[in-house]
């Protein structure tokens, strides 16, 4: 295992002997996990009686050396998996072993970049796990099938956190739905679990009675303690408005205490933002209008890109066309489709794959969800920071494009690297896709990019105005007469609430509007209805990345390059 294991529990002294053909099915009971054929009921004690007499107490802490509860299959030994169906008996065997200490379980589907993995969760006295490709129907816990070809899922990696271990549980949407639960660890693993929608109240409660009793001298990143920040009332949905009541977050940030970066990080993370569903990554904004410029001058304000405008209305021409599209729009005549200024929308999972699509797992995702197991055109493809902007805030008059950022450009050089030379292929002028063009005032060079977007981002001026793209974004301007006033309406399919999946009862309909959602984009959700307080101060009052940024350039090629690798990456 790779992480010590502390579940009071015991091994039977003796394995099951089932034929290889015995069918991988076994039945939840009161008391055991029994493989549906096989004579576990005369070879295998009572399970309280076993535990009883070895009388372990709830507090104690028994080492667990499971061979069969571990991350991959790969690390069992050789001479066990001679005989995976074997493996997989003694693995059930495990659990029927500890059944009694297991408290609930669910079916649940662990959301991995633009990937559903089925799976069971099981909360238990001190930890919880996951275990993929195992399905609970009707009281059986059955090996689930893959949806795509209906074969079986044969990769049982499991996943185990201490109560002690976790530091927050996030509710989140999945499908515009809240059936998810995002789950952070102290060592810095999170995850994110889609449950049947009946379940995900029920779970949230329980994690977080647990996760509050255990954690109390945890804090989050509002500075609150952890206890006092997890709603689990039921009127309470998905908590974040109780959250913001304190007001510690945006406060500290108003003064000055963190940074714009850091904000931005909190409240993507707040409206359930996550780097694990690629339909829902953190959005950043472009905050520079200058691609074009050999010195970036940070000090002027025309270098800067209109923060209180969304990318749609940055250009007069294109803004006029998109609200024309709005005024001549008339529902009854379309389906009931309510109007929109926009089809597209600035997040989604094709944005972040294609800003991604040089760095990995990212290019597997683009390669198997987006194209079919190869790349793009090229002239299709993320090629550079100017053209992809001069797209996107309407230079080229492209209906079609109003992405905003992902946080990698504010700290990832490598993402603008082909270091793992892929063949992204030839553009119609000739030119062969690589690296990604970056603007004169870079030097080619990937990490100067970063480190002056990021002083960008903690300018003076973006300080000043970034509550008027927060409004758009997160704000009181992202719907409603505010939103249609500011040119800001978007698909009504992005929006939480516009359509509940489950109710629709045509499949072919269902599919349809799933595939809209997961290839459209979502609407983070709305997290403020007044309009968002301006930062008073500016530059932060405590040391910051700032104090580093600005430093001189006093010492050699080779220093420098280091202290710009410290700041990025810390």
Known sequence: MKNSQSLPTNRLS????????????????????????SDSDQSSPNIDDEISSRDYSESEDVPLEDPFLLDD????????????????????DYL??????????????????????????????????????????????????????????????????????????????????PVALEIFSTDGR??????????????YRNLSNKVSKNNRALEDISGNQLGTLLPVAEETRFGVMRFWKKDTLTQKWVQGQISNF????????????????????????????????????????????????????????RAADFQHRY??????????????????????????????????????????????????????????????WMSSSGATLNMSDVKELIPEFYYLPEFLMNKNRFDLGKKQTGEILDGVVLPPWAKNDPLEFIRLHRLALESDYVSSHLHEWIDLIFGYKQQGNAAEEALN???????????????????IEKDSVIAQINNFGQTPKQLFKKPHPQRQITSPVCPSILDILILEDKKDQQSERLEKLYIIYN
């Not at 003796?14 to 054929?37: A, H, Y």
């Not at 970049?113 to 001190?126: D, E, S, T, W």
């Not at 600035?346 to 040089?358: D, E, H, Q």
Request: hydrophobic share 40%; proline share 5%.
């Open 14 to 37: 003796q394995d099951l002997s089932i034929t290889p053909n015995t069918p991988k099915v076994f039945r939840l009971s009161s008391d055991r996990l029994d493989p549906v054929g």
């Open 73 to 92: 299959l790969d690390d069992i030994s050789e001479e066990d998996m001679e005989d995976i169906d074997d493996v997989r008996i003694k693995f059930v």
């Open 96 to 177: 029927s072993q500890m059944i009694n200490k297991i408290q609930s379980i669910f079916n649940c589907d662990r959301v991995d970049g633009m990937v559903k993995r089925p799976g069971i969760f099981l909360i238990c006295l001190l930890n919880i796990y996951i275990i993929d490709d195992y399905q609970l129907i009707d009281g059986e816990i059955v090996e689930a099938n893959d949806q795509q070809n209906d074969e079986l899922l044969a990769n049982h990696h499991t996943r185990r956190w201490a109560f002690t271990e976790i530091r927050d549980v996030f509710k989140r949407r999945y499908l515009l739905r």
């Open 190 to 203: 999170n995850f994110l679990v889609v449950f049947e929608q009946k379940d995900t109240l029920e779970v």
């Open 262 to 317: 850091q904000y931005l990080m909190h409240i993507n993370m707040l409206a359930g933002r996550s780097y694990n569903d690629l339909t829902q990554y953190p959005v950043f904004p472009w905050v520079l209008a200058d691609y074009e410029s050999s010195e970036l001058h940070l000090d002027d304000p025309n270098v800067y890109r209109d923060l209180s405008k969304p990318m749609g209305a940055l250009s007069p021409a």
């Open 327 to 388: 005024e001549t729009w008339i529902p009854r005549e379309n389906e009931g489709v309510p109007k929109w200024h926009y089809g597209s929308h600035y997040s989604s999972a094709g944005i972040v794959l294609y800003y991604l699509i040089r760095q990995e797992p990212f290019t597997q995702n683009f390669l198997n969800h987006l194209q079919s197991g190869r790349f793009d055109v090229a002239d299709r493809l993320f090629h550079s920071i100017k053209e992809t």
């Open 489 to 507: 309406v978007f698909y009504f399919l992005t929006y939480e609430g516009s359509v509940d999946i489950d109710a629709i009862d045509d499949p």
